[in-house]
């Protein structure tokens, strides 16, 4: 039995119509923001890599649309925003979720082949996606685009090069996009999550701690320590960020980089 979206999760923002493609979104963060939108009265698409977790979203939320997108390959990127364009007529809000963790370790261990996917999943997607997306948007009029990157966009990460090498990149490239085309009506933004409370945060904190020979617990203490909330975020609070920026409430707001994350100034 499909389940309803509790609107009362989200922002109250009304966003009747507005076509909507979230990538990377069949799980955590992304499929929490799809739903935000959806529960706005948006019509909403997601894309993903899981076909187990594409089919879930799909029972769970059967008005959303899904279908399956390796977003670092241009060609697929290409082929979905045809099949876009075939099925909503153009598109108003693109939020570019999909990333991965990338290696954990000193950089001499990184490997050639683990940097290379980290950039391509976390950087290259959204040149491809925003390349499509762009020409969409300037036939509306405008449009939204907003680029999930992290805290570790604007701090330091040990052991995490590759993923913050990336995250600054997405900070970048979002600040030049958003001056490239906010004279067409396109606002562009970047959400820097912290640690938020996902089954991927436990995974890169487990990794974190084999690397440093610490149990996973006195590792997530250590790395909650420097945050002033004391605490993760949740999904829902990025989706309300996301929300917002793609709402009326955020029509000032372009080329920035907005930290929902607790209050992180250090990362461990």
């Known amino acids: ?19 909507v493609l979230v990538t990377g979104a069949a799980t955590g963060i992304g499929r929490v923001i799809a739903e935000g939108f959806a529960a706005a009265g948006a019509r909403v698409h997601v894309c993903d890599v899981s076909e187990e977790a594409l089919s ?3 029972r769970d939320q059967p008005e959303i649309g899904v279908s399956r997108a ?24 693109l939020v570019n979720n999909a ?3 990338g290696p954990t370790g000193p950089v001499q261990d990184v490997g050639a082949e683990a940097l290379r996917r980290t950039m391509a999943v976390d950087v290259e997607a959204l040149f491809h996606c925003c390349a499509k997306a762009v020409p969409m948007m300037q036939g509306n009029g405008g449009g939204h685009i907003v680029n999930l990157a992290s805290v570790a966009g604007r701090l330091s990460y040990s052991n995490r090069t590759p993923y913050a090498a990336a995250k600054w990149g997405v900070v970048g490239f979002t600040k030049s996009l958003a001056l490239e085309v906010g004279r067409e009506g396109i606002r562009v933004n970047a959400i820097l999550p912290g640690h938020v409370n996902t089954t991927r945060f436990r995974g890169v904190v487990e990794r974190r701690a084999a690397t440093l020979g610490v149990t996973p ?3 997530e203490r250590e790395v909650l320590a420097p945050v002033a909330l004391g605490t993760t975020v949740e999904c829902e609070d990025i989706a309300n960020m996301a929300l917002f920026l793609c709402s009326p409430f955020g029509s000032a707001v372009t080329g920035q980089a907005l930290s929902v994350c607790g209050g ?3 990362m461990r």
């Open 56 to 58: 879930a979203l799909a």
């Open 1 to 19: 039995m499909a389940t309803t979206v509790r609107s009362t999760r989200y922002l109250p923002v009304d966003l009747t119509g507005q076509r």
């Open 99 to 101: 990333g991965i963790a």
């Open 217 to 219: 617990e006195e590792m």
């Open 70 to 93: 390796d977003v670092a390959d241009p060609e697929v990127v290409a082929a979905m925003f045809d099949e876009l364009q075939a099925t909503f007529g153009g598109l108003d809000i």
């Open 264 to 266: 992180v100034e250090m």
